[in-house]
């Protein structure tokens, strides 16, 4: 199959799921055109069936903000004429779904038909699109597609109980590359940052509200009263300078390190103890699967998709989000040593249920079953 994928480039949870999606649907024999602003950050290898088309944003005096939706629009019709696309994936909501609907209308005055799918990751729904200036727009435009997933039940949910969605919505989890996510002989690095066997917490992510990384630190300032232990932050956002402070007033700076938006989190997850995720939000939970993948037990929230994932006492623990007194005491369970190799091998033994082999099967079929009901519509119509 020919397929345009649209996605936002940058480091979030629906580009490097959407970056890995053609990356494995390219390796299936697919051909894949990206159509986004830059290189998607995990674009980082050729093959020959992958393809990138960046979108011309042109900026003009008038424009106090530049039409990105429009430009997207029109090199999406573009990439579809001239490469005779099958389908167009569009990840997030906002603004891609709606220009794909733009896209699909210009496109059917040159009687080319091309189906949409859209693909919700969160925020989309639970934060940024049940904002009433995105509603209308956001509602619309999911029950204009051809098709919609969701990455998990709790998001499916979400969807129907704050929007006026009547499409049908296909829920398809995050998937992990187990190949690439697996715990590393990295134990020159371990002795490295905890030279005296201190236990090593660490948590990836954007460095939203949402993401109460604020909680991280005071769960961890806890920890540290009870064991020796180390705190790697990964990541970078909004929040990465009340994060500092809060290190420096609760004197836990020397014991944390800020190591930025890195790629190869692979390799720190290698090493860690635990994972602590303690969002307000969070409709899957990717960073905290790749965590599992390298036999990391997940210290997290009870909230959105996560428990589909985490599974209480089992891969780690779920608690109500703010609870830090219950998330300390946990992460204390977790960290005896009597406890510690348990959860670490349920964490990957969950995390193989998620495995990019199982999980891609279910986008090819669902392709399969939209562009095949398009083509029948078309024909009926004829
Ligand atoms: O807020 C983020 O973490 C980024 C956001 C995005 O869409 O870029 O991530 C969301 O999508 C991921 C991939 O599907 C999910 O694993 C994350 O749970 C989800 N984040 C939230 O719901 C807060």
Redesign the pocket.
């Known amino acids: 199959m020919k397929i345009g994928i649209v996605c936002?480039p940058?480091f979030?949870?629906?580009?490097?799921?959407a970056t890995e999606l053609g990356k494995a649907l390219a390796k299936n024999g697919h051909n894949i055109h990206f159509i986004t602003y830059s290189q998607p950050t995990r674009l980082d290898f050729f093959n020959e069936n992958l393809f990138y088309h960046e979108v011309d944003i042109r900026t003009y005096p008038l424009f106090q903000y530049p039409p990105y939706e429009l430009a997207l629009a029109s090199k999406m019709v573009e990439v579809v004429k001239y490469e005779h696309l099958d389908l167009l994936h569009v990840?997030?909501a906002i603004p891609h779904a709606s220009a794909a609907y733009m896209a699909k209308q210009i496109l059917k005055t040159e009687d080319i038909e091309i189906p949409v799918i859209t693909?919700l990751?969160?925020?989309?729904i639970?934060?940024v699109g049940k904002d009433p200036s995105y509603e209308p727009v956001v509602t619309f435009s999911i029950n204009q597609s051809d098709g919609v997933t969701a990455?998990?039940e709790d998001?499916k949910r979400d969807t129907y109980e704050h929007f006026q969605v009547t499409k049908e919505i296909a829920v398809i989890p995050?998937f992990i590359d187990l190949d690439r996510f697996k715990k590393q002989k990295k134990e020159h690095f371990k002795k490295a940052i905890c030279p005296h066997g201190e236990k090593l917490i660490v948590h990836t992510?954007?460095f939203?509200r949402?993401?109460r990384v604020d909680d991280v630190i005071k769960i961890f300032s806890r920890i540290q009263k009870e064991m020796p232990a180390k705190l790697l932050l990964v990541g970078d956002g909004p929040e990465r300078t009340n994060i500092e402070n809060l290190c420096r007033e609760l004197g836990i700076y020397e014991n944390t390190r800020f190591l930025g938006k890195l790629d190869a989190v692979e390799e720190v997850l290698s090493v860690a103890d635990l994972f602590i995720m303690p969002?307000e939000?969070?409709?899957?939970?990717?960073?905290a699967?790749e965590a599992m993948a390298c036999q990391v037990p997940i210290i997290s929230t009870n909230a959105?998709?996560l428990p589909e994932l985490n599974i209480n006492g089992v891969t780690g623990f779920l608690s109500d989000a703010g609870d830090i007194d219950e998330m300390t005491k946990n992460a204390l369970y977790i960290l005896d040593e009597q406890n510690l190799d348990r959860f670490k091998a349920n964490a990957l033994a969950r995390a193989k249920d998620f495995d990019v082999d199982t999980i891609l099967p279910h986008y090819e079929d669902y392709y399969e079953k939209i562009v095949g009901q398009n083509k029948r519509v078309l024909e009926k119509s004829k």
């Open positions: 936002y940058t979030g949870g629906s580009g490097v799921v990840h997030y693909t990751h969160g925020t989309d639970t934060l990455v998990s998001l995050n992510s954007n939203r949402v993401k969002s939000k969070e409709s899957f939970g990717l960073a699967l959105g998709g």
